[in-house]
């Protein structure tokens, strides 16, 4: 027990000796009376130009230094909804990958499981463009809104 009474008798001297440049006790300008407004917190802005269902194929970009799998004979969609962007890549593991849609229409989408796993792109006039990339593997993505 006696161990601990050294620290904290040092630590008591060290708050008194903070306080000592102290000449008046500051104002609580910044305080506010409960019950008063404050203002609004600023909220993130929802983009919703792009939303809607966009598909299309996917298609593997050749590398003849190594070997990737091949792309999927189906076309793959992307749903976005509220500038959330949702694509389905493996409809039998139900494997996804989300992200937010800037302003401009720029997505990246990341599998939950695996961050290097990701698709970037851009939304543009009805169509995403954008490349889906496994690894070193690298697949290019061209979908066209359906609704």
């Known amino acids: 027990m006696r161990r601990h009474a050294r620290p904290l008798a040092?630590?008591?001297i060290l708050a008194l000796a903070a306080c000592t440049?102290?000449?008046?006790?500051?104002?609580?300008?910044?305080?506010?009376?409960?019950?008063?407004?404050?203002?609004?917190?600023?909220?993130?802005?929802?983009?919703t130009e792009f939303d809607?269902?966009?598909?299309?194929?996917i298609t593997l970009n050749p590398d003849r230094t190594r070997e990737c799998p091949?792309?999927?004979?189906q076309d793959r969609?992307?749903?976005?909804?509220q500038g959330r962007a949702t694509l389905l890549l493996n409809p039998q593991t139900r494997q996804t990958q989300t992200g937010v849609v800037g302003e401009e229409g720029s997505?990246?989408?990341i599998d939950a499981l695996d961050r290097t796993i990701a698709t970037t792109g851009q939304f543009s006039d009805?169509?995403?463009?954008?490349?889906?990339?496994?690894?070193?593997?690298?697949?290019?993505?061209?979908?066209?809104?359906?609704?």
Do not use: D, H, W
């Open 10 to 12: 040092i630590l008591a």
């Open 107 to 109: 997505v990246r989408m």
């Open 21 to 47: 440049n102290e000449t008046s006790i500051p104002e609580a300008t910044s305080f506010q009376a409960p019950g008063a407004e404050s203002p609004p917190l600023a909220r993130p802005v929802r983009v």
């Open 77 to 81: 969609q992307i749903t976005v909804r």
């Open 52 to 57: 809607g269902r966009y598909a299309g194929p």
């Open 126 to 147: 009805g169509i995403f463009l954008g490349e889906y990339r496994n690894g070193l593997c690298s697949y290019s993505m061209r979908m066209t809104k359906r609704n």
């Open 70 to 73: 091949r792309a999927p004979a």
